[in-house]
């Protein structure tokens, strides 16, 4: 009998659980129609969201603060069609940083620092912070 190879779904770097199938792609590619030349996967935020964050690489400190207004949802099917290179990498669990320079290919980044999002939590033991009244 031959030993058979564990595949867990929890191991390996493209079997994470899927889901969702909306990216987050900054405005500069279709307003200004530069190419996808940076992207990451972080932990999605809603069931529809797939995590992949697609950027041009000329996106300003200001322009990434106000991700509300500068980030657009977009489908992975048009994101395929934008661009099909980007195809295999959608596979990748998030924590996955790709990029890529004029005239190469895609490469994976491993020194990149995912940004979290800022959840402020104030925590405390004071009823009276709650706004509840003691008996």
Same mark, same amino acid.
Do not use: C
């Given at each position: 009998?031959?030993?058979?190879?564990?595949?867990?779904?929890?191991? @390996?770097?493209?079997?994470?659980?899927?889901? @969702?199938?909306? #990216?987050?792609?900054?405005?500069?590619?279709?307003?200004?129609?530069?190419?996808?030349?940076? &992207?990451?996967?972080?932990?999605?935020?809603?069931?529809n969201d797939t995590g992949w964050r697609i950027y041009t690489g000329y996106e300003s400190e200001a322009f990434l #603060?106000?991700?509300?207004?500068? &980030?657009?949802?977009?489908?992975?099917?048009?994101?395929?069609?934008?661009?099909?290179?980007?195809?295999?990498?959608?596979?990748?669990? #998030? @924590?996955?940083?790709?990029?890529?320079?004029?005239?190469?290919?895609?490469?994976?980044?491993?020194?990149?620092?995912?940004?979290?999002?800022?959840?402020?939590?104030?925590?405390?033991?004071?009823?009276? #912070?709650? @706004?509840?009244?003691?008996?």
């Amino acid at each position: 009998m031959t030993d058979s190879v564990d595949q867990k779904p929890h191991t @390996g770097q493209t079997n994470q659980t899927k889901q @969702g199938f909306i #990216a987050l792609m900054s405005r500069m590619v279709i307003d200004d129609t530069l190419p996808l030349r940076f &992207m990451y996967k972080t932990v999605p935020e809603h069931l529809n969201d797939t995590g992949w964050r697609i950027y041009t690489g000329y996106e300003s400190e200001a322009f990434l #603060a106000n991700d509300m207004e500068n &980030m657009i949802p977009v489908t992975l099917d048009q994101l395929h069609r934008m661009d099909p290179s980007v195809e295999p990498l959608l596979k990748f669990n #998030a @924590g996955t940083v790709w990029e890529r320079t004029p005239g190469n290919d895609w490469q994976r980044v491993h020194d990149f620092d995912i940004p979290r999002p800022n959840v402020e939590v104030d925590i405390t033991n004071d009823v009276d #912070a709650f @706004g509840v009244k003691k008996a």
